[in-house]
């Protein structure tokens, strides 16, 4: 299992923008990979999955959809979380992780033990 790291967050206004890295110990290639956010006091929360392999098929929760975009460089071991036009209910830690399996990242992140740091995303009205 790759240990990941996460960067990049940030204190923005509405409607900025901020791009968050995953960056893995090891190949990634073949895993698929979600950013998952965290709000104060709250369960984490799915944002967005990518399959693995480059080119692989993405899929976000409502919320994101349109403004955020998943991505990854398997040449960096990085994946990547692209938001745009930032809203005050983004603010969480955002958190990375990666499975061979694409299910075990969109249905049963939650069973996960292993999770880094994060990074903070703070977006003011």
Same mark, same amino acid.
């Given at each position: 299992?790759?240990? @990941?790291?996460? *960067?990049?967050? /940030?204190?923005?206004?509405?409607? /900025?923008?901020?791009?968050?890295?995953?960056?893995?110990?090891?190949?990634?290639?073949?895993?698929?990979? /979600?950013?998952?956010?965290?709000?104060?006091?709250?369960?984490?929360?799915?944002?967005?999955?990518?399959?693995?392999? *480059?080119? /692989?098929?993405?899929?976000?929760?409502? +919320?994101?959809?349109?403004?955020?975009?998943?991505?990854?460089?398997? +040449?960096?071991?990085?994946?990547?979380?692209?938001?745009?036009?930032?809203?005050?209910?983004?603010?969480?830690?955002?958190?990375?992780?990666?499975?061979?399996?694409?299910?075990?990242?969109?249905?049963?992140?939650?069973?996960?033990?292993?999770?880094? @740091?994060?990074?903070?995303?703070?977006? +003011?009205?």
């Amino acid at each position: 299992q790759v240990q @990941l790291v996460e *960067s990049g967050g /940030g204190s923005v206004e509405t409607g /900025g923008s901020l791009t968050l890295s995953c960056v893995a110990s090891g190949a990634i290639d073949t895993y698929a990979a /979600g950013w998952f956010r965290q709000f104060p006091g709250k369960e984490r929360e799915f944002v967005a999955s990518i399959s693995r392999y *480059s080119g /692989g098929s993405t899929y976000y929760t409502d +919320s994101v959809k349109g403004r955020f975009t998943i991505s990854r460089s398997n +040449s960096k071991n990085t994946v990547y979380l692209q938001m745009n036009n930032l809203k005050p209910e983004d603010t969480a830690v955002y958190y990375c992780n990666a499975d061979p399996k694409l299910h075990n990242i969109i249905q049963e992140f939650r069973n996960r033990r292993s999770w880094g @740091l994060g990074t903070q995303v703070t977006v +003011s009205s």
